[in-house]
């Protein structure tokens, strides 16, 4: 006889209860900490790149990440457990490699080898704003005025504080729509990312790191590229097990409750806080442009932080595996012996439910709107 939510402890059966957000959720505090990460690693990377060549750095960084992370993962799991993954989800999963781990790295790669480094450090920030067009046209994520502002104001504090003193036309350089593609399969990446988002953030983000480790490793023994010593492939693979690796986690579990585009917004803080790192830990100069991007990327951030978003909607029979605790939307019965602990994971089903509560558009709110 299946055991139901609840078996074996105090009763939890006596939903509906209202369902309050809190003032900074986990997935917001998870998609700034990714931000962070990302944006400390660059100013350490441009340390390593006085001993590396740029090719074979990012194939270390991405290695160190893939490796690290499913080595954590067999210690979480005290061996090798296969993700639970439902089978139409294994395709976008090998799409977000493909596009994100293989062929972006690759189009920035060219792209960089025919443009300027000031250009090609401002077209980057394509990626935000694709993610988002992306999100809410094809995948039609919700957004509102507000979220759209805040996207903008986020974005416009990336461009000043990447864009160059003096940029004349030519320095984009015929370089430029390769770089702008590169951005686009990394658009394409979180989009297909956030299909997968309720399953293992660690396997998803080891299986990417290794993936585009590998490519990237293989691509600079190609042009001739050699392993540094000990200590320095120590230190490039250390920052991208964190840099890359811990803040890709972070990142799954930041689409998982806030979508592509919010995600994306806030993640592209990241040069702002690269910036201050660098400011801080290496004493670069801090020119007005820095204070007038933090000002245009805090509003933004703030637009985003004290967004609600409530109304009445539908939930539409669905399953599938995470982890979760019984709350009002996970009241379901176990075809095994479940001994009261949550969270857990395992495949579940939840049934239709109309409410209305703030909620962001996670993995059980994605839902139209009119």
Known sequence: MPAFAGAGRRPRNDYPVPMRR??????VTAA??????????????????????????????????????????????????????????????????AFGGVLAPL???LGLARSGAAAASLLLNLEAVLTALLAWIVFRENADRRIVLGMLLIVAGAVLLAWPGRLAPAAVGPGAPLIALA????????????????????????????????????????????????????AAMTVGLFGYGVSLVLFVLALRGLGAARTGAYFSTAPFLGA???????????????????????AGVWLHLTERHEHLHTHEPLTHAHRHAHDEHHQHPHDFDWDGREPHTHEHTHAPITHAHPHYPDIHHRHPHR
Not at 22 to 27: E, I
Not at 199 to 208: Q, R, T, V
Request: net charge positive.
């Open 276 to 298: 201050a790192i660098a400011i801080l830990a290496f004493g670069d100069h801090v020119s007005p442009a820095f204070w007038l991007a933090a000002l245009l990327m805090g």
């Open 183 to 234: 951005c686009l399969c990394w658009a394409l990446d979180n989009n297909f990312t956030r299909k997968v988002s309720a399953s293992d953030a660690l396997f998803i983000a080891g299986l990417k790191g290794l993936v585009a480790g590998i490519a990237n490793v293989a691509l600079a023994a190609m042009l001739g590229a050699r392993l540094p010593a000990a200590a320095t492939l120590a």
């Open 107 to 109: 189009l920035l790669l």
């Open 32 to 97: 700034l900490a990714a931000a962070l990460l990302f944006g400390a690693s660059t100013p350490l990377a441009k340390q390593l790149l006085r001993d590396l060549p740029p090719v074979l750095l990012a194939g270390l960084l991405y290695l160190g990440s893939g490796i690290g992370l499913l080595l954590l993962r067999l210690l979480r799991d005290r061996g090798w457990r296969a993700p639970a993954m439902p089978a139409g989800e294994r395709a976008w999963l090998a799409l977000a490699i």
């Open 22 to 27: 809190p003032a900074l959720s986990p997935s």
